[in-house]
């Protein structure tokens, strides 16, 4: 510019707003640093604040400053103004080794500040506390379903991410549009569940569990109890055939034997949740290839007429079609929810009363649990009253001498009624268990009865078995909560109902146990 009209290049509006910016970041940084290093309080909010946000501000003011310099350099020029800079080294000029120094020194300490920042943003934004609570209201289902899980010392993004600079780098945008969908309030209710966009479990969880190593079997207890006034106990006991190859026998068995090296399964699914699976093909470690479709024969009646009024549509996909996603079996589609399980009403208040977190002893215990459970309430808070004074309201009217007598039982079962609802129901984020399908489930969800039910046939007529006992073998069973009172046989039982009848042969169990019974 010319020496007669030089303007200073940083006294500008906007360089002056830009500088404002990056001091009121600088000071903010300085305040949470302080406090994150004097306090041993951990909050996801002040070190999104101090290691992101600070620094966001700071690089936005410095920004601005930049863009103000520019701006001017630019009019200046469109002026015909000459712009040059000039530096002046004169190493032997107290002044100029002072700058020189002077310069280092800052530069030393900001390389340090941002070196700091940076390995603290990126623990924080790789912390369990971040993806929980910094979008607290979106997240809240996921975060408090982790808590009580399996996993809930394994860090989010071990699963969600993985290793990998690439993947990382892709998660953190995809974060950003998240984050503005939880300001903004443009998020679904309930969060799609990340069906599509999680990497193959050969990537994630075998960096833990490797197939090979399952095999055997495992005692499992279950524990239900009927609806009727006493609550009665039925208790089965299941042998799970964990499978695997065996290194004792080299066989290649049980459930884990669709994970197993050298075998491949895949299928196609024709919905989202990947529930209504028509076609499957099974390539086994001898080079058998062998191919399932759903038995479309008792609905050749059907079809005709959908054909005839021109609705009618192929009922099993080509795999060679572009547009079909054949996709290889891999333990996320049996364990898709290792980490966020929503139970059942009847399921949560089984593991309750065996816990004895519930009496049995209150009549119709099991019965009225399940139906406070299932209610609609407007939000989480309101349950706090409103369950245990239902609960102590039912007896009082229906049971006064056991209202009066158990009255510390029945305010202990309002509480633990409480806690499972705050576990397992969220209806701001519209989730709970029906909004959450759960694959190892034979109740509400049909989990491996997507594949195993019995009309998935080859070309040589032979079926998918819709066969219990290929995973599991019920070795004890009856009507008591005591291993010493049931029926008992270590190489297996026939099932027996509970209930009286034999409609359960004929019929798959989530046609009577279904999302709105609430087991």
């Known amino acids: 510019m010319n ?30 640093l302080v406090l ?24 936005f003011g410095v920004g601005l400053v930049l863009l103000s310099i520019w701006r001017q350099v630019y009019l200046a020029r469109r002026r015909g103004e000459l712009i040059a800079l000039r530096i002046s080294i004169d190493a032997s000029s107290p002044y100029f080794r002072r700058v020189v120094y002077g310069g280092f020194g800052v530069f030393a300490v900001m390389l340090i500040i941002v070196g700091y920042t940076g390995v603290k943003a990126y623990h924080t934004v790789e912390s369990v506390d971040f993806c929980g609570k910094t979008c607290h209201a979106v997240m809240e289902p996921q975060y408090v379903a ?39 309030e443009s998020h679904e209710k309930p969060i799609p569940t990340p069906v599509h966009t999680l990497r193959p479990a050969q990537e994630t969880c075998e960096s833990c569990h490797w197939p090979r190593q399952f095999y055997g079997r495992k005692f499992v207890t279950h524990t239900y109890y009927k ?14 055939k964990i499978g695997g190859g065996n290194p004792r026998t080299g066989k290649l068995e049980g459930i884990h034997w669709h994970m197993l090296e050298g075998n491949t399964v895949e299928y196609i699914a024709l919905d989202e949740k990947r529930q209504q699976i028509p076609w499957v093909r099974v390539v086994r470690a001898d080079g058998e290839v062998i191919t399932y479709t759903q038995d479309v024969s008792g609905e050749e009646e059907e079809e005709e007429e959908e054909e005839e009024e021109g609705g009618g549509e192929d009922t099993i996909p080509d795999p060679d079609d572009p547009d079909i996603t054949v996709r290889r079996f891999d333990c996320m589609d049996c364990h898709n929810r290792p980490s966020h399980q929503f139970l059942p009403p009847a399921k949560a208040v089984n593991l309750a009363l065996s816990q004895r977190r519930i009496s049995p002893e209150l009549p119709y215990v099991r019965k009225k649990a399940v139906e406070l459970l299932m209610a609609d309430y407007d939000d989480r808070e309101v349950v706090e009253d409103l369950i245990p004074t239902a609960l ?36 701001e984020m519209k989730t709970d268990y029906r909004s959450r399908i759960n694959n190892l489930s034979h109740f509400t969800d049909s989990g491996c009865f997507r ?11 032979e079926r998918l ?13 009856g009507p008591s909560a005591n291993l010493v009172d049931l029926q008992q046989d270590i190489r297996g039982l026939k099932f027996k109902h509970p209930e009286k009848g034999g409609a359960w042969k004929r019929l798959e169990c989530t046609e009577c146990h279904t999302s709105d019974s609430g087991y």
């Open 451 to 461: 594949c195993h039910n019995g009309n998935m046939v080859n070309n040589k007529g």
């Open 227 to 240: 609806t009727d006034e006493l609550n009665s106990p039925w208790t089965v006991d299941l042998l799970i």
């Open 465 to 477: 078995e819709k066969n219990c006992s290929n995973c599991h073998l019920i070795v004890a069973q």
């Open 146 to 184: 982790y808590q009580n899980s399996p996993h809930a010392r394994v860090k989010c993004v071990e699963c969600h991410v993985g290793s990998g600079f690439e993947h990382w780098i892709k998660s953190k945008i995809a974060g950003v549009r998240q984050i503005y969908a939880a300001v903004t």
């Open 3 to 32: 020496t007669a009209d030089k303007q200073q290049l940083l006294s500008h509006p906007l360089a002056l707003i830009g500088i404002a910016f990056a001091v009121l970041g600088g000071m903010l940084f300085v305040f949470f």
């Open 392 to 427: 102590t309201a039912f007896y009082q009217e229906h049971y006064p001498e056991i209202a009066e007598n158990k009255a510390e039982d029945i305010d202990k079962a309002g509480k633990a009624l409480v806690v499972l609802y705050r576990e397992n129901f969220f209806p």
């Open 36 to 59: 994150d290093v004097a306090t041993e309080v951990t909050n996801p909010y002040a070190s999104l604040l101090n290691f992101i946000v600070a620094p966001a501000v700071v690089l």
